[in-house]
């Protein structure tokens, strides 16, 4: 990206990554009455998989997958990716050579709206360590809503003292300076074999979780409240003593 494109985001950049690896930092996000309303709605992520299963997207991950390091959260928001590969060298050299460290989380913060959720693909290294406590301490400070990490968290004591939700395929000691190296900043990723394009909503609470498309965040919207009201609906009867017939007739035969 051009240096004159990120002047704006001059003040909390730490120039961590070259900023032509910066895709890009204008992208169109789903809106904050969207987010809220998703933000409202209990039994979040199952019922935006199935919604999602419905309309042919690939977007859920479990929770044994990309784990909660704090239980009971729920974030909504757009995301803003960044992209790590493996570095050849063993750590020693980095260590030995007092090079720097290619780590680049607080760079991706820096050009994050608030709100936001910072999304890691770290191939799934999850023994190796893109972010902690530092990182967690910036995520928070700057406004991130959390942050889903395809690789490892360390520090994770800070990460539960800030409260701060992290989902992440490990938790480990093992930092990752010198074992990987920060690619891409808000290209498009994947995390556990789902695709994230910058700007998608994250959704995720206990039971793991969804990305949707950003361009179908109203539709998801729509069918979510509706699935969700739907299901109130049986919990509601079934606690009245109705009939088996009156409650199944309300649901699709797909949701038994
Ligand atoms: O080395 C790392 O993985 C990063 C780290 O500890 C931190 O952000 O506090
Ligand atoms: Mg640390």
Redesign the pocket.
């Known amino acids: 990206m051009k240096t004159a494109e990120l002047e704006k985001y001059k003040h909390k950049l730490m120039g961590l990554i070259p900023p032509e690896r910066i895709v890009k930092v204008e992208f169109t996000r789903p809106s904050r009455e969207i987010i809220e309303a998703f933000m409202e709605l209990d039994g979040l992520t199952p019922t935006v998989s199935d919604v999602l299963d419905s309309m042919g997207i690939k977007g859920a991950i479990s929770a044994s997958r990309l784990s909660p390091i704090i239980t009971g959260k729920k974030i909504v928001g757009p995301a803003v990716t960044i992209r790590y590969i493996p570095e050849s060298n063993t750590p020693d050299h980095g260590y030995y050579n007092m090079e720097r ?1 290619k ?1 680049a ?1 607080r760079d991706v913060y820096a050009v994050a709206d608030k709100g936001d959720v910072a999304v890691f693909d770290a191939a799934a290294l999850g023994d190796v ?8 301490l910036v995520a928070k400070q700057w406004g991130m809503a959390g942050n889903i990490v395809d690789g490892g968290v ?2 994770v004591d ?1 990460v539960r003292k800030l409260d701060y939700p992290v989902w992440s395929t490990g938790q480990t000691p093992i ?3 010198y074992r990987v190296e920060a690619m891409e900043i808000n290209g498009p990723i994947s995390i556990a074999g789902v695709r994230v394009n910058p700007g998608d909503l994250i959704i995720a609470d206990d039971s793991g979780v969804v990305v949707v498309p950003g361009t179908k965040a109203e539709e998801v919207l729509e069918k979510t409240i509706a699935a969700t009201k739907r299901e109130d609906e049986v919990v509601r009867l079934f606690e009245s003593g109705a009939s088996i017939e009156e409650i199944t007739s309300i649901l699709p035969p797909s949701k038994w």
């Open positions: 460290a780590l989380d360590s893109v972010m902690g406590g530092l990182s967690t360390r520090d800070t930092t990752g300076k």
